[in-house]
């Protein structure tokens, strides 16, 4: 395997820690954790992401980021796919599968990483002060308890959904709800601090599709013999939960966001933040177009990084869209904007609403959008980045959750924060091509009014959007509780390997 980047910063005097991450191979998760890498860089810690090498150079952004700072992170890529794997060879990350077919091969593959990836750690002298892998990389567990190294995981999702998950995991109700019965019934998730109901449809795990169990069997059992958990959160957002999964899981719960805060003075890192070539291209385009639009005007629209509408579902939406009469910014995957007619139909719904509405095709940049003063409101999928990046400029949101956590993470958002306004999907899609068309055009049309227009349901979610982005910032400068865990957790690991709070 290839380093790049940094030399060891450790001094027999200094002892600072060295932070291993291992990322999912997926830009939600990849993201944050690399944002996390950064910040431990920030604090003197050596950082070391190991991932693959079209993912680092994705992430070359912060790289670039990290090197203009001087600090001490670094990529290690490990070669993927292995010789042998059903996988096209470029196939990387989760958002490249060409289909669900591909789902659990990739999986696999990952898997496969765990040896090269022994060997890495073990050819580090000193070795690594603690490894910190997400959730989904079950792979790493074994590694790290062969060495004898201290293990965290990371988990990307909202904790209101970790909690969930967890507490239906401890009182059986994931083996109660699951079967053919009524789709409609009702369940209360046990131990929680709110009530929390859900039904049939409500996706309350990760890994939980019955052709997942292995995995999820794995993650589960990666997660009970960890040292403690990461979670891309902050406690003026979360304390109840965050207290709560601490209490139940029985292992410290550091709360650390929201890490895409962690590029807030590099601009430069802010515009190819996910995807630095694609993002860049896009940042100049997009940036130019909202300058010219009235403050708190317009409507941004994207789904994340996995998730690929079909082209009658696409033109459900583009229709809601220009039938709201308000200035958007819509994100179209490439891979949905390929697909037979699309491109010609989106040039022409691009004609008739010259001026107004801005189509980006392929990856924006994200944070330079929710963070211009144009934007008023966020179509999205409630996958947990997104969420909580529009919590973080203040911006409320219309939610329409596809799968996993987001259902979850709506319900956050709408009951318990009220920042957010439904679209009205309630059950799960695909990840790749659903053919469902879960959401018409007046769905969106009747969302989009609501979010952006007045009364005091819509002024009060923007009320509440502002107060969270202000409380957001305040946990990430020092005295915060986001920065004051995080000093935590890299102290007791500079005070070789103890743990707890
Ligand atoms: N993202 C981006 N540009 C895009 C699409 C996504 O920068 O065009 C970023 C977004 O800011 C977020 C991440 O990719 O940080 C997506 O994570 P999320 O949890 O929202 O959804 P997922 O992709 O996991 O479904």
Same mark, same amino acid.
Request: proline fraction near 7%; glycine fraction near 8%; hydrophobic fraction near 45%.
């Given at each position: #395997? ?6 060891? $910063? ?5 002892? =600072? ?5 291992? =990322? ?38 912060? @790289? ?31 958002? !490249? ?78 083996? *109660? ?8 019934? &009702? ?7 709110? *009530?929390?109901?859900?039904? &049939?449809?409500? =996706? ?30 902050? !406690? ?5 939960? $965050?207290?709560?999964?601490? @209490? ?45 639009? @009235? ?47 699309? #491109? ?11 001026? *107004? ?54 319900? /956050? ?8 306004? =439904? ?7 695909? /990840? ?7 959401? $018409?055009?007046?769905?969106?049309? &009747? ?21 969270? @982005? ?23 690991? &500079? ?7």
């Amino acid at each position: #395997q290839q380093q790049q980047g940094f030399p060891a $910063v450790a001094t027999a005097a200094a002892k =600072p820690p060295h932070f291993v991450l291992v =990322p999912l191979v997926a830009q939600g998760h990849i993201i944050p954790l690399v944002d996390l890498a950064l910040l431990l860089a920030g604090r003197g810690a050596r950082a070391s992401v190991v991932t693959t090498p079209l993912n680092v150079t994705r992430m070359r952004g912060v @790289a670039d980021h990290a090197a203009r700072a001087g600090l001490p992170l670094e990529f290690v890529e490990l070669p993927f796919p292995p010789a042998g794997s059903v996988l096209p060879a470029d196939c990387q990350s989760v958002d !490249m599968l060409p289909d669900l077919d591909h789902f659990m091969p990739f999986f696999a593959a990952l898997r496969e990483l765990a040896g090269p990836f022994e060997a890495y750690v073990r050819a580090l002298a000193p070795r690594p002060s603690c490894i910190i892998s997400d959730w989904c990389n079950p792979w790493t567990a074994d590694v790290a308890t062969r060495l004898g190294i201290p293990r965290l995981f990371f988990h990307g999702p909202s904790c209101f959904f970790s909690l969930c998950d967890l507490n239906a995991d401890l009182h059986g109700l994931h083996e *109660r709800i699951g079967g053919e019965e009524d789709e409609q019934e &009702r369940f209360v998730v046990p131990g929680m601090p709110v *009530r929390v109901e859900v039904t &049939r449809t409500t =996706p309350l795990g990760f890994f939980t599709e019955p052709m997942c169990e292995r995995l999820r069997e794995e993650a589960v059992a990666a997660m009970r013999t960890a040292d403690g958990v990461v979670v891309n959160t902050f !406690m003026d957002l979360e304390a109840q939960f $965050v207290a709560c999964y601490e @209490a139940v899981l029985g292992k410290p719960v550091w709360a650390v966001g929201p890490l895409s805060l962690a590029s807030r003075d590099d601009a430069e890192a802010a515009a190819s933040r996910g995807n630095k070539a694609a993002a860049a291209v896009n940042a100049k385009a997009v940036t130019a177009w909202l300058n010219e639009q @009235a403050p708190e005007s317009v409507v941004y629209v994207s789904f994340g990084s996995i998730t690929r509408k079909l082209p009658k579902q696409l033109f459900e939406v583009g229709h809601g869209l220009e039938d709201s009469g308000r200035p958007f910014l819509w994100v179209v995957k490439h891979s949905e904007a390929t697909a037979p007619g699309v #491109q010609e139909w989106l040039q022409a719904l691009e004609e008739r609403t010259a001026g *107004r509405g801005l189509v980006v095709r392929g990856w924006a940049p994200q944070i330079v959008v929710l963070s211009h003063r144009a934007v008023g409101g966020f179509v999205t999928h409630c996958g947990w980045n997104s969420l909580l990046e529009a919590v973080v400029h203040g911006v409320p949101v219309a939610t329409w959750p596809h799968f996993a956590d987001q259902f979850l993470n709506e319900r /956050l958002a709408v009951e318990i924060l009220g920042v957010g306004v =439904p679209l009205g999907a309630t059950t799960p899609v695909y /990840l790749l091509d659903d053919e469902a068309v879960q959401v $018409v055009r007046g769905d969106v049309v &009747r969302a989009v009014a609501a979010l952006m227009g007045g009364g005091e349901e819509a002024d009060a979610r923007r009320r509440k959007a502002k107060e969270y @982005a202000e409380k957001a910032h305040r946990a990430v400068e020092k005295g915060g509780s986001s920065y004051e865990d995080l000093t935590r957790m890299v102290q007791s690991f &500079r005070q070789s390997g103890v743990k707890g709070h």
